[in-house]
């Protein structure tokens, strides 16, 4: 993390963090890699291929597998990990 603050929140099993690409990643607390990556900004949507964006905050809904996200233009979204 060399230029900005990418938020992190923990589920009761789960890893959710930014990243200075502008994706989202959750974690499974037994599992090294990711068990989910999201980009932020979808192609086609303002801001998609700005190299300059990041994820600054991330936020679990309390016992769900939903979470919140909001990059640094200050854009928020909501995401749902189906099972």
């Not at 990711?34 to 932020?40: C, G, K, N």
């Not at 300059?52 to 990990?81: D, E, H, Q, Y």
């Amino acid at each position: 993390n060399e230029k900005n603050f990418i938020g992190l929140s923990t589920n009761r099993d789960f890893l959710a963090c930014g990243s200075e690409t502008n994706e989202l990643f959750v974690y499974h607390r037994q599992i090294s890699s990711p068990a989910m990556s999201q980009l932020f900004t979808a192609p086609g949507e303002a801001g998609w291929d700005n190299a300059n964006l990041f994820i600054s905050a991330v936020c679990w809904r309390p016992g769900t597998s939903s979470l919140l996200a909001a990059n640094s233009t200050g854009g928020i979204k909501a995401f749902t990990m189906e099972r």
